[in-house]
């Protein structure tokens, strides 16, 4: 009976051994062993595998080794051409003729080569041009800001040498009349046979909730504030203005809107261009004040200039050019109001 028990408990204890003693009846080997050709498979894939790794950091190293080369090719083509042998002073007589008629290749300078980097940033007469031109820039809010970096930029370069600013918003459009010409524009586009008249009557059908608000990117007075920041915080860097150019709007909103905005103090300066100067400017709105002006220079339609030359001191004025726009209504006489 305890034969027949301990034989039956052995039994149930090792479940394993019995299963495979019976697999050993039944004529199945121990373990299953893979096909041999995976084996050579695995070790050809981490064989192959390991010389990727092995060729990814020769290229690593051959990569590093090409750009220094090619660096190092750059810059022996570089000091072998015409404009890098030239010694620093006719470099710096190079880059004077050239930003004469576009202050703007001044900040271009620096990110052409460190050389002229150096050179451009150790002559602060080179700064001492500003240039403010704005057009129809969609963005005008961006436009300003940026007019006002470049202006901080070039005060701060220039050092003291005198300023000569160009100030051009001639082809600058109210933001009403920009949003128009960008509704006609957009008419045109879905119907490019449209003629003036329809488009004109559908422009003014259009909804008025496409008018910009004040805070848009796109409106105008972005500039007036930078003008206005130009006028109320600039009173020590105006005593270095020399020149002032000036090229106003065409359209009576637009001059009505800037031209306040100039008619500041500058003590020192010697030479006033303006075109667009209209006699309703003068009129309506103080003038200028430029007690040292010695060349004057004015195109518009100014029949008398009482306004504006009170504002001069005419003994010091050596030069004067006037370009009108006549109108029949205004005599000729109006000239006589400026004493030379």
């Known amino acids: 009976m305890w034969l027949i028990l301990a034989s039956i408990v052995a039994s149930c204890s090792s479940p394993s051994r019995h299963y495979v003693s019976s697999l050993k009846d039944f004529g199945y080997p121990n373990s299953i062993s893979e096909p041999p050709e995976i084996h050579e498979a695995l070790e050809q894939l981490q064989a192959t595998k390991r010389e990727i790794e092995y060729l990814s950091s020769q290229l690593a190293i051959a990569q590093r080794r090409h750009d220094q080369l090619e660096r190092i090719s ?3 083509r570089a000091s072998r051409t015409s404009i890098s042998t030239l010694p620093e002073e006719l470099l710096l007589q190079v880059f004077e ?3 004469e008629h576009d202050p703007y290749l001044t900040t271009r300078l620096l990110f052409v080569c460190r050389r002229w980097h150096n050179v451009a940033i150790k002559a602060p007469h080179l700064w001492a041009s500003i240039s403010f031109k704005f057009g129809n820039e969609w963005d005008m809010k961006c436009a300003a800001g940026k007019a006002k970096a470049m202006y901080m930029a070039h005060i701060a370069r220039s050092g003291s040498n005198p300023l000569h600013i160009h100030i051009d918003i001639a082809g600058l459009k109210s933001s009403r009349d920009r949003l128009h010409d960008f509704i006609s524009t ?3 586009s879905l119907e490019p046979g449209m003629d003036a008249e329809r488009v004109m009557n559908a422009r003014i059908d ?3 909730s496409w008018t910009p608000p004040d805070d848009s990117p796109r409106n105008i007075i972005h ?3 930078l003008f206005e920041w130009l006028k109320e915080s600039d009173d020590v860097q105006r ?3 020399e020149t002032l150019s000036l090229a106003l709007p065409g359209g009576k909103e637009e001059q009505d809107q800037f031209w306040p905005l100039f008619c500041y103090t500058a003590p020192n300066l010697t030479s006033f261009t303006a075109s667009n100067l209209f006699d309703h400017m003068l009129y309506c709105h103080a003038s200028p004040r430029f007690p040292c002006l010695e060349a004057l220079s ?3 339609c100014v029949p008398s200039l009482y306004n504006l ?3 001069f001191n005419h003994m010091l004025i050596t030069r004067i050019e006037i370009i009108f726009k006549w109108d029949s209504d205004y005599p000729y006489r109006g000239l006589a109001r400026i004493s030379l």
Do not use: D, F, K, Q
Request: aromatic share 12%.
């Open 206 to 208: 259009w909804p008025t």
């Open 74 to 76: 750059n810059a022996n």
């Open 186 to 188: 957009y008419i045109l």
């Open 97 to 99: 003729a050239s930003v």
């Open 298 to 300: 004015i195109s518009g």
């Open 239 to 241: 005593n270095r203005w």
């Open 309 to 311: 030359s009170r504002r």
């Open 223 to 225: 500039i007036c504030e």
